[in-house]
Nanobody, 114 residues
Framework: VQLQASGGGLVQPGGSLRLSCATS????????IGWFRRAPGKEREAVSC????????YYADSVKGRFTISRDNAKNTVYLQMNNLKPGDTAIYYC????????WGQGTQVTVSS
C-alpha cells in the first residue's frame, strides 16, 4: 500500500492549490480516504474525508466552502481543491486511507503567505 501526496507549495492569500494523493496497492473505491494537516505548534487537524459507505463528505468548519475533496477511482487518486487560501491554512497536509488499517502518505507542505 502506498500513498503519494503532491501539489503543495507557496501561494499568496486568496490563491488556490490542488493537492493530489496517488494511491496503489488497494481498491480506492472500497475505503474511506481523506486529508489531515499539521500546522507548526498545533495539533493535527482533520481537514476533509470521503466516507465510503455512503459517499458522504466531511469538512472541518475552518475549510467549509473553500476546500473540495474528490476522487478519481480510475486514476486511484484523491484530490483536495483548496480555494481562497488563508495564512491559517499553512501546514503539512497528509492524505490517508482506511483499509484494514490506516495508511498515510508522506505529506506535502502548503504555505500561504504574501
Amino acid at each position: 500500500v502506498q500513498l503519494q501526496a503532491s501539489g503543495g507549495g507557496l501561494v499568496q492569500p486568496g490563491g488556490s492549490l490542488r493537492l493530489s494523493c496517488a494511491t496503489s496497492g488497494f481498491n480506492l473505491d472500497r475505503c474511506d480516504i481523506g486529508w489531515f494537516r499539521r500546522a507548526p505548534g498545533k495539533e493535527r487537524e482533520a481537514v476533509s474525508c470521503i466516507v465510503n459507505s455512503d459517499r458522504s463528505t466531511y469538512y472541518a468548519d475552518s475549510v467549509k466552502g473553500r476546500f473540495t475533496i474528490s476522487r478519481d477511482n480510475a486514476k486511484n487518486t484523491v484530490y483536495l481543491q483548496m480555494n481562497n487560501l488563508k495564512p491559517g491554512d499553512t501546514a503539512i497536509y497528509y492524505c490517508y486511507a482506511d483499509t484494514i488499517k490506516r495508511y498515510w502518505g508522506q505529506g506535502t507542505q502548503v504555505t500561504v503567505s504574501s
